[in-house]
């Protein structure tokens, strides 16, 4: 089934066979593509797309000498598969398995290390001037997707890529179905004819004599983006230096074969407008992209998932809530920066679009749009995952939080997130946060405290941050009612018991009360849910210093700078001398690999909290 595809360990492999050949090669990379994510789970819509692509670019391009750079990372599975890495989708995103995105220690194919998006052009063009001062007449080539293209990032890159003589290749890979009737004959042909040596070298040399009769060249340059601009929406990318080629065909081999085989020839930058259907290959990712997108493991006979679970996700809780909050709320407007599904969107923006902004991958004008919104009398809501927020610090700092605006954030994916790796982990947001004025910081414990917690940020005056888990949280009953809660208090949920040796006090940030009750009731400690990271309780902090013998912190974050550092901050300004121990994430990125077996190698399980205790009271001792 799949006899071609089995003789490919390497692009050297790849680049032996013939062109008719290349189309067979395409189907069973396909096959292979929805059997093996299927058993595994992981992007999959992305990565169908571009199976044409990623054959002619390591048919044509000599890689790894001439880098790839692709955006985001995920759509690289055809790539993984063809550069050696096929047997080891089998292990995709499990622990000790390949990675979900591109990374430099795991293939010298993988040029750069992605997983945020609208990066690929400016590495691309790094590595493109780091070749020109070698003297190496090596090739660059940044893969970008129109969904990536929407950051500032993208055209801070091809800004700068304008003012600069070196061999780029920008692919611009457009998955938008509205401008497929722009694909056909006509633009593959002249794609060909643009990316040819012949009119390459009238337009230098054209350039060249039209240079010392400014007027003429002026006319001239504007009568060849007339001519252009007719045919294709090139002028933008022409204005930054480009010289644009396209929209043709991604799944047309032959004319990517030749567009990309003569793109090679040129000097300069180059642009290459390809236009590709997400999906492509499985009626059901076809029919739903988005759905297909990011998928947990399913069958490849009809697409439908094998996941059983029927638990309420915080994301949901969020949505429910948006929802709710907006009925009672006219001044209430939401904002994703691309992530509708993912944040749990979808239902408020059908309900209310007039009061839905997605900003496209565009996190800092998310947030500073948010900020001009709020000056001007609207409340409203930033839905973003906490990887993408560290995208937009400065504007949270200083439109935002200076000005001391009416801005909640719901900070989605808090902590590790399991088979997405570090690039999309949480880790860093309450340390990245606390430091902040003008800021209160909440971390639920279940789904209706995270309910009660996004109430009381949005009636707060001022900015506010809920920072919630990916998944579903202990399956708590959910009030419907939109109740607040006393800003900076936390509770005592369970109390150590008079005849306890050594009391402990364990103070439970966010998702980590679950674990902290069951070492408590091993170790016969209090266990405090704090709730609040900013402000915190120090009546509570004080009456539990005052009672118990060793103080024990526990938060899914970075110990460094998070909420554990709080505490220890606050009992320093209080005098409070007593033992304590910090439990957090360590000082390390930690690998894609199963969320609660993640969490025991960094001793966040009810047994590693146990022995740290423990530890910690006989190091006393």
Same mark, same amino acid.
């Given at each position: ?96 398995? #390949? ?30 001037? =780091? ?64 990316? /040819? ?34 045919? !294709? ?16 065909? /991604? ?24 236009? !590709? ?119 949270? #700092? ?11 954030? =719901? ?59 990916? /998944? ?78 060793? #103080? ?56 590693? #909290? ?12």
């Amino acid at each position: 089934m799949f006899n071609l595809l089995d003789s490919i360990q390497s692009p050297v492999d790849l680049r032996k066979l013939n062109r008719d050949e290349l189309a067979v090669l395409a189907s069973q990379l396909r096959t292979f593509l929805i059997e093996s994510v299927a058993k595994t789970g992981g992007h999959l819509a992305s990565n169908l797309g571009v199976v044409e692509l990623t054959i002619a670019l390591h048919y044509v391009f000599n890689t790894p000498d001439d880098r790839l750079v692709w955006d985001v990372g995920h759509q690289t599975y055809p790539h993984k598969i063809l550069t050696g890495r096929r047997e080891a989708m089998a292990n995709l995103r499990k622990p000790s398995g #390949i990675a979900g995105f591109p990374r430099r220690c795991e293939s010298p194919f993988d040029t750069f290390g992605t997983g945020h998006s609208s990066t690929s052009i400016s590495a691309a063009l790094g590595m493109a001037i =780091a070749a020109k001062q070698a003297g190496l007449e090596r090739r660059s080539v940044a893969i970008i997707g129109d969904g990536a293209m929407t950051a500032g990032m993208a055209f801070e890159a091809l800004n700068n890529a304008g003012d600069m003589d070196a061999n780029l290749l920008v692919i611009l890979n457009d998955n938008d179905m509205s401008i497929s009737n722009n694909v056909g004959a006509l633009n593959n042909y002249l794609a060909r004819l643009l990316s /040819g040596r012949f009119y390459d070298t009238v337009r230098r040399s054209g350039k060249k004599v039209l240079g010392v009769m400014p007027n003429v060249k002026e006319f001239a340059k504007r009568a060849e983006e007339h001519a252009k601009g007719m045919v !294709t929406p090139g002028t933008l990318f022409e204005e930054f230096g480009f010289n644009y080629i396209g929209p043709i065909d /991604g799944h047309d081999l032959p004319v990517l074969l030749d567009t990309l085989a003569n793109i090679r020839e040129l000097k300069g930058m180059q642009f290459l407008h390809i236009v !590709t259907q997400k999906g492509k290959g499985f009626e059901p990712a076809e029919v739903d992209p988005n759905k297909y997108h990011g998928v947990s493991k399913f069958d490849p006979c009809n697409g439908v998932s094998k996941s059983t679970s029927q638990a309420k996700t915080y994301t949901q809780v969020f949505g429910d809530w948006l929802v709710d909050m907006a009925d009672a709320d006219s001044q209430l407007v939401a904002i994703t920066p691309a992530m509708c599904d993912g944040s749990g969107l979808n239902t408020f923006a059908k309900k209310y679009p007039k009061r839905y902004f997605d900003v496209g991958i565009a996190e800092q004008h998310a947030l500073t749009f948010a900020a001009g919104l709020a000056c001007d009398g609207l409340k409203p809501v930033v839905a973003i995952y906490s990887t993408f927020l560290q995208r937009a610090y400065d504007q949270l #700092i200083h439109d935002i939080a200076i000005q001391n605006l009416n801005v909640l954030f =719901a900070i989605d994916r808090a902590g590790l997130v399991g088979a997405d790796g570090p690039t999309h982990a949480g880790t860093f947001d309450l340390s990245f946060l606390r430091c902040i004025p003008n800021i209160i910081i909440m971390a639920p414990s279940n789904e209706n405290e995270c309910r009660q917690m996004l109430t009381t940020g949005y009636q707060y005056n001022g900015v506010a941050a809920v920072r919630y888990p990916r /998944g579903s949280g202990p399956n708590m009953p959910i009030d419907a009612t939109l109740r607040t809660l006393p800003i900076g208090k936390g509770e005592i949920v369970c109390q150590s018991s008079i005849q306890a040796d050594k009391k402990v006090a364990i103070l439970s940030f966010g998702s980590m009360l679950g674990v902290s009750l069951k070492a408590a009731e091993a170790l016969d400690a209090t266990v405090a849910n704090m709730r609040f990271v900013k402000p915190l309780d120090n009546v509570l902090i004080q009456q539990l210093a005052n009672s118990h013998d060793l #103080i024990v912190t526990i938060e899914e974050n970075a110990l460094m700078g998070g909420a554990g550092a709080a505490v220890l901050e606050a009992m320093q300004a209080l005098n409070l001398t007593n033992p304590t121990l910090c439990l957090g994430l360590p000082d390390v990125f930690i690998e894609h690999g199963v969320h609660d077996a993640m969490l025991a190698e960094c001793g966040l399980d009810t047994a590693g #909290i146990i022995n740290a205790i423990q530890l910690k009271l006989n190091i006393k001792n």
